[in-house]
């Protein structure tokens, strides 16, 4: 069975089939962006929930949950980062990992800081305020 049948319209008598390899499914530019836009919102709502964080990250007075892949997936020095991490411990994941950036921004690097950096990265949005 090539193309395996999935279900029969409720108005027509057809067949459907799922798509293959061959035949690619395409989102519009605005279809996209508003899907990701839902799931960067899903994404950052987990983190505040602290739903599936497997790292955390090292401020000077809390230390804050985050999603590794998310921050893989948003920048090389992250990857860079993980990748260390896995090399040292001989593992591939990085489950537990504390991160200490401080070092790179800052030994003042606090929680409310933090969590702008890392909305910035989850939602591509960042408060900008006078001071």
Same mark, same amino acid.
């Given at each position: 069975?090539?193309?395996?049948?999935?279900?029969?319209?409720?108005?027509?008598?057809?067949?459907?089939? #799922? #798509?293959?390899?061959?035949? &690619?499914?395409?989102? +519009?530019?605005?279809?996209?962006?508003?899907?990701?836009?839902?799931? +960067?919102?899903?994404?950052?709502?987990?983190?505040?929930?602290?739903?599936?964080?497997?790292?955390?990250?090292?401020?000077?007075?809390?230390?804050?949950?985050?999603? +590794?892949? !998310?921050?893989?997936?948003?920048?090389?020095?992250?990857?860079?980062?993980?990748?260390? !991490?896995?090399?040292?411990?001989?593992?591939?994941?990085? +489950?537990?990992?504390?991160?200490?950036?401080? &070092?790179?921004?800052?030994?003042?690097?606090?929680?409310?800081?933090?969590?702008?950096?890392?909305?910035?990265?989850?939602?591509?949005?960042?408060?900008?305020? #006078?001071?």
């Amino acid at each position: 069975m090539k193309n395996m049948r999935i279900y029969q319209t409720m108005n027509q008598n057809q067949d459907i089939a #799922p #798509p293959t390899l061959s035949d &690619p499914v395409l989102l +519009s530019d605005e279809r996209h962006k508003g899907k990701l836009s839902h799931l +960067s919102v899903i994404l950052w709502n987990m983190l505040k929930q602290n739903q599936a964080c497997d790292i955390k990250i090292k401020t000077c007075d809390v230390n804050v949950n985050a999603h +590794s892949c !998310i921050l893989i997936a948003a920048s090389e020095y992250f990857k860079k980062c993980f990748d260390l !991490i896995s090399r040292m411990r001989g593992t591939e994941g990085i +489950s537990g990992v504390l991160l200490d950036l401080r &070092p790179h921004l800052g030994s003042n690097l606090n929680h409310k800081d933090m969590m702008n950096i890392l909305h910035y990265i989850y939602t591509g949005e960042m408060e900008v305020t #006078p001071d």
